[in-house]
Nanobody, 128 residues
Framework: DVQLQASGGGLVQAGGSLRLSCVAS????????IGWFRQAPGKEREWVSC????????FTEDSVKGRFTISSDNAKNTVYLQMNALKPDDTAVYYC?????????????????????WGQGTQVTVSS
């Protein structure tokens, strides 16, 4: 079965860095997108970044562009989210998810409903 496992969260002070990892298993498709989302207490889940195997490129939400970088190591079936210059507002549970729909319209996929498989999430807490 398709499984995604997110890890790497923790407690850091403002200005610090974390690298999140998402290990994927259970699918061998060439056309897919792996996305990172985050959800803070009392807020809806929001898209942060994604990496597209289909197009061989990455996309990042404007508010974190320049601080967050998504990358992948295909040999390890792992997608990373490098987060630098963290702010207290970045505090959230971070989820990785897979879009295997092979829909190429409305790209990059920012909607939660485009992703069918989700990891369990990893907590990121940034203190002031």
């Amino acid at each position: 079965d398709v499984q995604l496992q997110a890890s790497g969260g923790g407690l850091v002070q403002a200005g610090g860095s974390l690298r999140l990892s998402c290990v994927a298993s259970g699918f061998t498709y060439d056309d897919y997108t792996i996305g990172w989302f985050r959800q803070a207490p009392g807020k809806e889940r929001e898209w942060v970044s994604c990496i597209s195997n289909t197009y061989g490129t990455t996309f990042t939400e404007d508010s974190v562009k320049g601080r967050f970088t998504i990358s992948s190591d295909n040999a390890k079936n792992t997608v990373y989210l490098q987060m630098n210059a963290l702010k207290p507002d970045d505090t959230a549970v971070y989820y990785c998810a897979a879009d295997l729909s092979r829909r190429y319209s409305d790209f990059p996929p920012r909607r939660v409903t485009r992703y069918s498989y989700w990891g369990q999430g990893t907590q990121v807490t940034v203190s002031s």
